[in-house]
């Protein structure tokens, strides 16, 4: 999978230019990281030839697999007849795919759809449009959560560590405290959090545009919250005129064996966000509401490369894929699969405290005897996974939990071996602790 003709300078001179030419910001994965230079479907090759069955996909995104030339063919034959012109001119494949999802693919009513090129803005169109139809100014959001890097979204982010700006408003944003705690069975945490919504609501209802959520959150550690919760949580909303945001980010177009992850919970969000895997790998962002509500977007507002015909066309290549492969049920069925093997193997090793997930998006959290240690033990797993041959992630507000979110193609014979891989790691691991 490697070009020989091309002279790749390695892993330690690409650290060094990143350090040098970089932000301090920047980090990467393992303590002796890859140079990763090739991918083809469910697998990664790096300079030296080496391949990765990639269990990350880039953070969620590559859901159907790396230079997928079913894809990948339209990308190319698009970039060769027209790649950009902004939305200011008229092109066919961005509407195309607005009425794509229309008409199948979004749930409920949620009909308009406004093009960006990432989630972050995807997010922050969602609550520009909400403050713009309600006429509030306020927000709520569940700790822990994860919606973005703009100003605006980073205010309802309730990660410290993503919170980056000192300057943030701090009344702009009501956190509640999201349905999970350690100390707590799963009903008692949801209950709790709704009790904590209510006694907010009756303080100060009126004040609210809406609430944003992600149906599973990622990065706050692969949250899974009860069946009847969102369903409670969106009629105490609307008995305050407020508005839900589902951020479909991450868990978006078949990741947990729905084509929304919002479908788990028999709700329909009043604004649904989307980015990551309706581009496999392409940059692309949405935002979709209801015609009532897109209708209060009305005064000028764009996106240079928002809808661009390159974007937009793989993403109708990709909504092709996923349908003709059947993948969204794939990843239910396959992804269960793979929650059940981990949950094998946290019955096998105490290390792992809680296995949570839906479909392929799922996750393994390990416990040390400080949150230190359960971060350094996480990091040990992933460098000697990564030595194995399988790229896995990590997330969770102490960095402790094993991210499994591969390409929903990804066949079950290498799923298991990295089922049995991962069984080595941890006893191995198990015999230092």
């Known amino acids: 999978m490697t070009d020989n003709n091309k002279a790749y300078i390695g892993p330690e001179a690409i650290v060094a230019k990143r350090k040098q030419y970089g932000y301090p910001c920047t980090a990467n994965f393992y303590k002796n990281p890859p140079q990763i ?14 391949s990765y069955v990639d269990f990350f996909t880039g953070v969620s995104v590559v859901a159907c697999g790396h230079c997928n030339e079913a894809i990948t063919s339209k990308t190319i034959e698009q970039l060769q007849q027209l790649q950009h012109t902004s939305t200011i001119y008229l092109t066919q494949p961005m509407v195309e795919l607005a009425e794509r999802l229309a008409n199948g693919i979004l749930p409920g009513k949620l009909k308009r759809t406004f093009f960006v090129n990432s989630g972050s803005e995807a997010n922050e169109g969602a609550l520009l449009v909400a403050r713009m139809h309600t006429k509030r100014r306020n927000f709520l959001a569940l700790e822990y959560g994860l919606h973005g890097r703009t100003f605006l979204t980073m205010n309802v982010t309730g990660i410290p560590m993503w919170r980056t ?7 702009v ?6 349905p999970y705690d350690p100390a707590l069975d799963l009903e008692s945490a949801a209950r709790r959090s ?24 990622g990065n706050g550690g692969m949250i899974v919250p009860p069946d009847w919760y969102f369903r409670e949580l969106k009629a105490m909303l609307e008995a305050h005129g407020i508005l839900l945001i589902a951020d479909e980010i991450q868990t978006g177009y078949g990741r947990t064996g729905r084509m929304f992850g919002i479908e788990h919970y028999g709700i329909v969000p009043d604004i649904l966000t989307m980015a990551k895997a309706l581009g496999n790998g392409v940059p692309i962002g949405a935002f979709s509401t209801t015609d009532e509500i897109a209708a209060s977007l009305n005064r000028p507002s764009a996106s240079t490369f928002g809808g661009n015909p390159v974007s937009a066309a793989t993403a109708l290549a990709v909504l092709d894929y996923i349908e003709q492969e059947g993948l969204v049920e794939r990843s239910a069925q396959m992804g269960g699969k793979l929650i059940a093997g981990l949950k094998a ?42 030595d194995r041959g399988y790229i896995i992630g990590k997330n969770g507000v102490s960095r402790n939990v094993l991210a499994f979110q591969p390409a929903m193609i990804t066949p079950w014979e290498d799923i298991e071996a990295m089922l049995n891989a991962l069984d080595e790691v941890l006893s191995t691991l198990s015999h230092r602790e």
């Open 37 to 50: 230079v090739g991918g083809k479907m469910h697998k990664l090759y790096d300079h030296e030839g080496k």
């Open 165 to 171: 700006d000192d300057y943030l408003d701090s009344d």
């Open 173 to 178: 944003a009501t956190f509640i405290p999201r």
């Open 194 to 217: 709704l009790d904590a919504l209510a006694a907010v609501l009756a303080e100060k209802g009126d004040t609210f545009a809406a609430m944003i959520v992600e149906p599973i959150q």
């Open 345 to 386: 193997l946290q019955a096998k090793y105490p290390v792992i405290v809680d296995v949570r997930g839906k479909g392929f998006m799922a996750g393994a959290q390990i416990q040390g005897a400080s949150d230190q240690e359960s971060a350094e033990w996480t990091d040990v797993i992933l460098e000697n996974m990564k």
